[in-house]
Structure formats: structure tokens, C-alpha cells
């Protein structure tokens, strides 16, 4: 169990040095796996089953991290056309 939590851990953090040539979709969605698989393995080796627990968090999370990329492009968009109006009145 120790071991699997070092792994993942390690996996994260590699995970994360990598985001830099990553779009703002892909570093949101990898940023919510992470953070997904992290919770699923505490809940999961609190309820006996850790392996599940990170499979069920990850999934969730980069589900999550994508409809907030998604939430946040389209924020973004609502504004760019807010601004283009206002500009041309």
C-alpha cells in the first residue's frame, strides 16, 4: 500500500512537469485526474481498496477537469463578444 500511495505520488509530480507544452485543456483535465486519483486513493484505502479508489478519482477527476476547461473557455468567449459589442457602440 505504501508503496502503490510513493508511486502514485511520484507519477503526479512527473505528471505535473510535463504540462508545459500542454494546452489549457489538456493541463486542466491532467490536473483533475491528478487531484482525482489522489482523493480516490484516500477514500478507496480507507474503505479497503486503494487501487479502485484511484481508478474511480481518476476517471471522475478528468471528467471534472474538462467540463471546467470547458466552462472557462466558454466564460471566456461570453466576454471576448461582450467586449467586440461594447467597443463598437
Same mark, same amino acid.
Given at each position: 500500500m505504501k508503496r502503490f500511495v510513493t508511486?502514485?505520488?511520484l507519477a503526479t509530480c512527473l505528471a505535473f512537469l510535463g504540462c508545459a507544452g500542454m494546452s489549457d485543456?489538456?493541463?486542466?483535465t491532467l490536473s483533475g485526474a491528478a487531484m482525482g486519483a489522489a482523493a480516490g486513493? @484516500?477514500?478507496g484505502a480507507l474503505s479497503g481498496n486503494a487501487g479502485w479508489g484511484a481508478a474511480i478519482g481518476t476517471a471522475a477527476g478528468a471528467g471534472a477537469g474538462y467540463l471546467h476547461d470547458k466552462n472557462e473557455k466558454s466564460k471566456e468567449a @461570453?466576454?471576448?463578444?461582450?467586449?467586440?459589442?461594447?467597443?463598437?457602440?
Open positions: 508511486a502514485l505520488v485543456t489538456e493541463q486542466r486513493t @484516500a477514500v @461570453a466576454y471576448q463578444r461582450g467586449y467586440q459589442e461594447g467597443k463598437s457602440n
